[in-house]
T-cell receptor
Framework: DADVTQTPRNRITKTGKRIMLECSQT?????MYWYRQDPGLGLRLIYY???????NKGEISDGYSVSRQAQAKFSLSLESAIPNQTALYFC???????????????FGPGTRLTVL | EDKVVQSPLSLVVHEGDTVTLNCSYE??????LLWYKQEKKAPTFLFML????IEKKSGRLSSILDKKELSSILNITATQTGDSAIYLC??????????FGEGTQLTVNP
């Protein structure tokens, strides 16, 4: 079984609809992240959470919100989807170390979202 | 603003060639630099570099960090078609976040 799972894997929706992307992990990591990937732009951080009570905005948080329902679950919402939110969305997890330094991030399989 | 730049953005080679991918960074409170390989799905981890001048190797892949030049290279020797992928470089920045570069699309032709 995959350590980091995302649902749905593909989604086509219309402008103005509310969309939720879900991420679950069985790695026991405390840190979780949401990225979007667009051609030629690499991965850009949307939101991240270092524990259940900690939520932080990334570099492109406008138009998105998140919820950390439990240590293992981190969901991303688009309250009113727009076409330029069409992208590949990745969830990732990492473990915190004693030094506070970031360890490698483990990525989910991605969700391909198309907003018409 | 933290920034990571990769070059080239795309590269086409023949099997057996050796390639060098470049990554430069301008970040606050640098902690580490990471390389990922992305095929048709999620990125997978290759290397994490924290110390300058120490080469990390995994099979035909190797990478080294130059903190003086604020850069890193990823070398792949004797390339194979299975090496075709997007190679992503990322820098750990203040607040323990990763800033990614645009990626290098490598295509290895038989």
């Amino acid at each position: 079984d995959a350590d980091v799972t995302q649902t749905p894997r593909n989604r086509i929706t219309k402008t103005g609809k509310r969309i939720m992307l879900e991420c679950s992990q069985t790695k026991g990591h405390d840190r979780m992240y949401w990225y979007r990937q667009d051609p030629g732009l690499g991965l850009r951080l949307i939101y991240y959470s270092f524990d259940v009570k900690d939520i932080n905005k990334g570099e492109i948080s406008d138009g998105y919100s998140v919820s950390r329902q439990a240590q293992a679950k981190f969901s991303l919402s688009l309250e009113s989807a727009i076409p330029n939110q069409t992208a590949l969305y990745f969830c990732a997890t990492s473990d915190s170390s004693e030094t506070g330094s970031l360890n490698e991030q483990f990525f989910g399989p991605g969700t391909r979202l198309t907003v018409l | 603003e933290d920034k990571v730049v990769q070059s080239p953005l795309s590269l086409v080679v023949h099997e057996g060639d050796t390639v060098t991918l470049n990554c430069s960074y301008e970040v606050t409170n640098f902690r580490s630099l990471l390389w990922y390989k992305q095929e048709k799905k999620a990125p997978t981890f290759l290397f994490m570099l924290t110390s300058s001048g120490i080469e990390k190797k995994s099979g035909r892949l190797s990478s080294i960090l130059d903190k003086k030049e604020l850069s890193s290279i990823l070398n792949i020797t004797a390339t194979q078609t299975g090496d075709s992928a997007i190679y992503l470089c990322a820098s750990e920045t203040s607040g323990s976040r990763l800033t990614f570069g645009e990626g290098t699309q490598l295509t290895v032709n038989p």
